[in-house]
């Protein structure tokens, strides 16, 4: 296994509602909501790169679907930690359960993602997120590694923030796999801070799966199961930016011992 790629021992069947269904009416409604969102967002071209447009859609997408976010930001108003004239960007790292991370944070602030190539490809959400101006790798691509490395860090110095999501793939809970190191070696060359945010889910409360999007499963049957879900609350729990290290592996280590002390069981 190289630097850059990471494979998951969730499944699935890790996925599971711990709450009822909503109504075969209420789903139809969110189907037509989401494709009125959706429509608006192809709609607006070009201009989804920028923030105000981008947060605007991403909420409205997570409002389609009839999921709550709630945010809990000490001492910031966003994600990007403060920036003095001319610095560096932040380097954002969150823990990866669902392709609704992404829209999550998003809806909070509108940064560049870096996300797997496959992404690009996916029905509705794939065209959107390359005019949102998403950067794709190739998870399996080792000698590309090192550009993307070199590109994050160059983003960085110019001011923008990036959010990257360390473990590689997607898992049921932030508990789970560990953090790869290469994209912390961008904020170490740009001299960047980073910023750890935990994403959480939640049925009415009750910590919960369903949002998860693990293993081979498709896009289509994901989102029928977030879209049926009943209750779904994202939380968002932004902490407070590490300094700039010279150390990619105690850096990586640092943020993800942060992330997981904000996050609950996800299991009952």
Known sequence: ????????SCTPRCARHTAPRVSAPRLA??????VGSLAAGAAAGERLADRRTMR???AAVLRALGIRVTLTVPGAAALSAPRPPGGPGTLIVADHISWLDVL??????PVTVLAKR???RWPLLGPLARKAGTRFIDREGLRALPHVVAELAGLLREGRSVL???QGT??????AGRFRRATFQAAVDAGAPVRPVTVTYAQHGIPSTVAAFLGDEGFGRSLHRVAAA???TVRVTVHPPLEPAVDRRALAERAQRVIRAGEPPAHG
């Open 1 to 8: 296994m190289n630097a850059w790629a990471a494979t998951s």
């Open 29 to 34: 409604c969110r189907y037509a909501a989401l």
């Open 56 to 58: 605007l859609r991403a």
């Open 104 to 109: 999550t944070l998003l809806a909070v602030e």
């Open 118 to 120: 496959e992404v690009g």
């Open 164 to 166: 990257v999501f360390p």
């Open 170 to 175: 997607t898992w049921c809970s932030a508990a």
């Open 230 to 232: 009943g209750g779904l």
